[in-house]
């Protein structure tokens, strides 16, 4: 699937300004556009700081879900920059929301299996539900058919859906027991995001997509994934903030999620090549994604090419 038109490079303070002056909400993606692990990229905070200035809205919107949006606050106060939760939806987030809106699940009652990390969790218990699996320390013991308390005590009844996700501690053990839940037809499965790889500084890293890839192959299923680029994700956040999409620009460092989701969303779309995309990529008409409208270097070119 390709744009229309040819991607503009944000080049010059003309393009800059023009492209600023066309909208008044800005939702950036955060692995690839505002830092690399704990690596804030460059100009960063300038380019948020010129941005509200100018009087415009800033949302956060990632398709990681290894942290919660209260923990994503402390990550950017990390870097002296000031978000609120309110500002943040992660597809953490998205996925819980999925559990209590879609699949309309019981808190209280019905319990969810996590293959992945707190930050689906955390978003899970602030809406009533409980967790298992996740950072459960014996599931970091090796994997052993006789000796797994999980196989020993048997799978619970009360678990009615599997939530994947990015996962740094994934082992045989967590992969074996999220096997088993999903071999039962009744348990939901439900997928965080589709990233094939994850950005960090100086390395291409195995994204929740590879990972979630694994249980569905083993379990012949296909998840419902709930980060970008799920138009739910985005009509959650219109709904919630009551956006004019006309005047929303998507900002994003992956084609498939990212651009994706702004260009179906009908939103504007600005990728920056800090993150998993090239200019090749961006370029080129017979790829399998969007194209952008805009795309730049750096996000921090903005500021750059304005001041
Ligand atoms: O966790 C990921 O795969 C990517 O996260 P991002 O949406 O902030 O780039
Ligand atoms: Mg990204």
Redesign the pocket.
């Known amino acids: 699937m390709t744009g229309s038109t040819a991607p503009i490079k944000i080049t010059t303070k003309e393009i800059a300004q023009d492209f600023l002056n066309q909208y008044d909400t800005f939702l950036f ?5 505002l830092w690399l692990g704990k690596h804030l990229l460059p100009l960063i905070t300038e380019t948020l700081d010129l941005l509200t200035s100018l009087g415009k809205t800033l949302y956060f ?6 942290k919660s949006r209260a923990a994503y606050t402390k990550k950017f106060a990390s870097f002296g920059i000031t978000v609120k939760e309110d500002q943040i939806f992660t ?1 953490g987030y998205a996925s819980a929301l999925h559990v209590r809106d879609s699949l309309k699940l019981t808190p209280g009652e019905d319990k969810i299996w996590v293959f992945g990390e707190s930050g689906i969790t955390e978003e899970l218990a602030l809406m009533g539900y409980e967790s298992l699996g996740c950072d459960d320390p014996r599931l970091d013991e090796p994997f052993d058919i006789a000796t797994s308390p999980f196989i020993i005590n048997g799978l619970d009844p009360k678990v009615k859906c599997v939530i994947a996700g ?1 996962d740094t501690k994934v082992n045989y053990h967590r992969l074996a027991i999220t096997l088993q839940y999903l071999q039962q037809p009744s348990v939901e499965f439900v997928a965080t ?1 589709i ?1 094939s790889t ?2 960090n500084k100086g390395y291409i890293l195995p ?2 997509g590879s990972m979630i890839e694994s249980v569905a192959y083993a379990s012949g299923r296909t998840p419902a994934a709930c ?2 680029p799920n138009p739910n994700m985005l009509n959650a956040i219109v709904k919630a903030k009551n956006l004019d999409r006309s005047k929303c620009c998507m900002v ?3 084609l498939n ?2 651009i994706r989701f702004g260009v179906e969303g009908q939103l504007g779309t600005l990728l920056v090549l800090t ?1 998993i995309e090239t200019e090749e990529r961006v370029l080129n008409t017979a790829g399998d994604h969007p194209r952008p409208k805009y795309f730049a270097e750096k996000l921090g070119d903005l500021y750059e090419l304005t001041n």
């Open positions: 993606d955060c692995d690839g556009v919107v990632t398709n990681n879900s290894t597809s990015l995001n990233d994850f950005p994204g929740a980060g970008k994003g460092d992956r999620t990212d993150g």
